[in-house]
């Protein structure tokens, strides 16, 4: 019952104040990413295995050290429940999620297409300068679903299986990924250990996400029937359940041709229904929210009948 607690807390404490506006630890850790890349690297005449191994070598270098950390100090007798609950809401993040969304949406609202494009810039990968107001509503809507686990799900996930440690864990190795998980020419051999990781950790977050999507959406069947079918065609092992479930929870059409890094590439559709409009970003964003009550719920049920 005190992890349910502890989970509990954390979300509240998100709600009330989000993100520290001011050295939050993640910015920090995202700049000493970037000086472990400069120095480990390599010239660029290194062999593929050679860049690989140096990748490993970063992901290692990068994650143990914090999550041996969290550990220790979440195991001190009394400090280190305070030190678990601080690190979870550090972990999560539903309300800037919530609040760069929302961004988005009130200025395509406006009828202001290049400040949406700058505000859809901040959540997603993709080429944003030419995008109009149903690509950047999709795009905003996919965002929404995505790190609806990858910033929310799956830290709560972690910290219930494996406690601060799991939580750290799991949101740094995200944080790699985010940064280094691209098949583009730099990062294909550096980033294949944060990306393959990441997929590791995702795995049941990812599905569990899915299913609270499908648990709390407005139309259950499309979205079990969604996830089922077009889940397995993405690319990726862990969105493709998450967005296809979310898109069919919804009843949205999401996926379709994207520009990344200056190429069109192809992806396959997800969901069912209408193209999103900005209103629908808000919709994305409750059903975030309610699968997170959702999963207080189950974790602090399952706390109950446990103790």
């Known amino acids: 019952m005190l992890t349910a607690l502890l989970c509990l807390g954390a979300v509240l404490l998100d709600y009330h104040w989000g993100e520290p506006r001011r050295w939050h630890p993640l910015v920090g850790f995202g700049g000493l990413?970037?000086?472990?890349?400069?120095?480990?690297?390599?010239?660029?005449?290194?062999?593929?295995?050679?860049?690989?191994?140096?990748?490993?070598?970063?992901?290692?270098?990068?994650?143990?050290?914090?999550?041996?950390?969290a550990w220790l100090l979440a195991a001190i007798p009394l400090l280190g429940l305070a030190v678990a609950l601080g690190l979870l809401y550090l972990?999560?993040?539903?309300?800037?999620?919530?609040?760069?969304?929302?961004?988005?949406?009130?200025a395509l609202q406006a009828g202001d297409l290049p400040l949406a494009r700058e505000k859809v810039a901040m959540i997603v990968s993709r080429d944003t300068a030419d995008l109009d107001e149903e690509q950047i509503s999709r795009a905003t809507v996919e965002s929404v679903l995505e790190n609806g686990c990858d910033a929310i799900f799956g830290a709560l996930c972690w910290f219930v299986l494996a406690g601060a440690a799991g939580a750290v864990l799991y949101r740094l190795a995200n944080t790699l990924d985010a940064m280094w998980g691209y098949r583009t020419p730099r990062y294909r051999d550096f980033g294949w250990a944060a990306a393959r990781l990441d997929d590791v950790l995702n795995w049941l977050?990812?599905?569990?996400?899915?299913?609270?999507?499908?648990?709390?959406?407005?139309?259950?069947?499309?979205?079990?029937?969604?996830?089922?079918?077009?889940?397995?065609?993405?690319?990726?092992p862990n969105a493709g359940p998450v967005m296809a479930a979310g898109a069919g929870a919804l009843g949205l059409a999401l996926g379709g041709p994207a520009c990344?890094?200056?190429q069109w590439q192809p992806r396959p559709a997800l969901g069912e229904g209408l193209a999103p409009r900005a209103e629908d970003i808000s919709r994305a964003v409750a059903l975030v929210r309610r699968a997170i009550w959702l999963w207080l719920g189950v974790i602090a049920l399952g706390g109950l009948i446990l103790a």
Do not use: D, M, N
């Open 33 to 69: 990413a970037r000086q472990v890349e400069a120095f480990g690297y390599g010239p660029p005449e290194l062999s593929a295995e050679a860049r690989r191994t140096r990748g490993v070598g970063a992901v290692i270098l990068l994650l143990v050290p914090f999550t041996l950390a």
């Open 91 to 106: 972990a999560i993040g539903a309300r800037s999620l919530a609040e760069h969304a929302e961004a988005v949406a009130k």
């Open 205 to 236: 977050p990812a599905r569990l996400t899915a299913l609270s999507y499908v648990a709390v959406g407005t139309k259950p069947a499309l979205a079990w029937r969604c996830w089922q079918e077009q889940a397995p065609g993405w690319k990726s």
């Open 260 to 262: 990344y890094h200056g």
